[in-house]
């Protein structure tokens, strides 16, 4: 059986994010089929690799061959400014070593020796890569980040936020207009694989081409633990930044018109609002009721789930984020806002979802479903029970089958 050559930028069985995607993907493949994978980085910084190495050094990943590419002199004095003067130079630094990757395997590998090549991650759809140009049979995805920030939200970003977030807009109208150097591997691709079914339809629309709906994040395991408390126990899990909108939650816990005791909040995570957050906390005497734990390692994180009735999500620019499948893998229910992949996920009844309004009307909403929960739990046991439901449907077993059916279909065209 022909390998299939596999492209993540990042990989990594020690972190999460687009680490973890990537890892996770290809462990699924090898099952299937022998694997080799090209990436670039295990941890941090571009070209840095200790941590998949020592990981390889003490285990062996059967089917599966890992190759790290190095980033080549331009590719590292881009990464370089990307550190030291502005973090806009990521994008060339990416593009650059995304070419060091496909030297690579022009100069090693023979296309005849692959069933098909498959570009994991990154998982923007602004960096499709350059193996495409290696072989006829491409598989882009699952890619995302195609949608654009509410306008009303912006008031709560902090300026750095704000800025970021335009040129990030503003991108998306340039390419989604059919702009840019996306039409080429969007058009060359056998199946281009899309996160969420918004970014499906808004790929399709924008390059005229069918797409596949497969999530980049699904659960690894599935704990039916369940914690029984006088209080209703919230979790935030996250970066302590305006982009996950953490103010949201606590402006909703504010205006509660419930005793203190009746709810707990752990907040988990570092960020540059946290000292602020918690002098917001402070000043509406809501610090009694929450734990702050700060950032704290993957299992411990899991442990505060297991411990929780309801996770809260408030981040206004996450397609499927892991927190939210770490939720479901402790069979923690979730409140989100009504964008993105929170919409595919809880709307059969795993969650509540928050209607995208005003910034005022969102603190509402969030407020209205915490007072129903703290009123009724039985509302977190029917959701819980959704989710005992659907776990099969949210596993990486369940993403790697539907998968593997892509992949055969692209080898038999």
């Known amino acids: ?3 299939i050559l596999i492209g993540a930028y990042a990989l990594s069985p020690k972190h999460g994010s687009e680490y973890g995607i990537g890892w996770n993907f290809v462990l699924g493949v090898s099952k299937y089929f022998p694997v080799k994978v090209i990436y670039g980085t295990s941890e941090g910084k571009m070209g840095s690799n200790a941590t998949l190495t020592h990981y390889l050094l003490e285990n062996s990943i059967p089917n599966v061959e890992v190759i790290f590419c190095k980033a080549g002199i331009l590719t590292q004095a881009f ?5 030291n003067v502005a973090n806009l130079f990521f994008i060339f630094a990416l593009k650059s070593w995304h070419k060091d990757a496909l030297k690579l395997v022009q ?17 923007g759809y602004r960096s499709p890569g350059q193996l495409w140009k290696f072989h006829k049979k491409f598989v882009l995805g699952p890619i995302g980040g195609t949608s654009s920030l509410p306008v009303q939200f912006y008031k709560i970003l902090a300026l750095k936020s704000k800025l970021s977030n335009l040129m990030r807009d503003l991108s998306n109208t340039y390419y989604l207009n059919g702009y840019g150097e996306l039409n080429k591997p969007f058009h060359y691709a056998k199946a281009v694989i899309c996160a969420t079914s918004a970014d499906r339809n808004r790929i399709e629309s924008s390059f005229r081409i069918k797409c596949y709906h497969i999530r980049e994040n699904h659960t690894r395991f599935f704990s039916t633990s369940v914690f029984t408390d ?16 953490l103010i949201i939650l606590l402006r909703a816990l504010k205006q509660l018109d419930v005793p203190l005791n009746s709810w707990k909040l752990d907040i988990v995570g570092e960020g540059p609002e946290k000292k602020t957050l918690q002098e917001f906390a402070i000043k509406e005497s809501l610090s009694d009721q929450i734990v702050w734990h700060g950032a704290v390692p993957r299992d411990k994180v899991a442990t505060i789930f297991q411990n929780s009735d309801v996770h809260v999500l408030s981040s206004l620019m996450d397609s499927n984020p892991t927190v939210l499948l770490e939720a479901f893998e402790n069979c923690v229910p979730t409140i ?22 005003s910034v005022d009307n969102v603190v509402n909403q969030f407020s209205e479903i915490i007072r129903m929960l703290i009123d009724d739990r039985n509302y977190v046991q029917v959701a819980k029970q959704k989710i005992l439901e659907n776990h ?8 790697i089958e539907d998968l593997v059916k892509i992949y055969k279909t692209v080898i038999n065209e």
């Open 79 to 83: 990464d370089w400014l990307n550190h």
């Open 1 to 3: 059986m022909k390998s």
């Open 392 to 399: 099969k449907d949210l596993s990486w077993d369940k993403a």
């Open 107 to 123: 100069r090693n590998f023979n296309p005849d020796d692959f069933e098909l090549v498959h570009q994991i991650t990154p998982t």
């Open 230 to 245: 006088s209080a209703l126990r919230l979790v935030w899990v996250g970066s302590i930044d305006s982009r996950k909108a």
């Open 336 to 357: 989100a806002i009504n964008k993105y992949g929170a919409n595919d996920l809880l709307s059969n009844g795993c969650g509540w979802l928050v209607d995208v309004s």
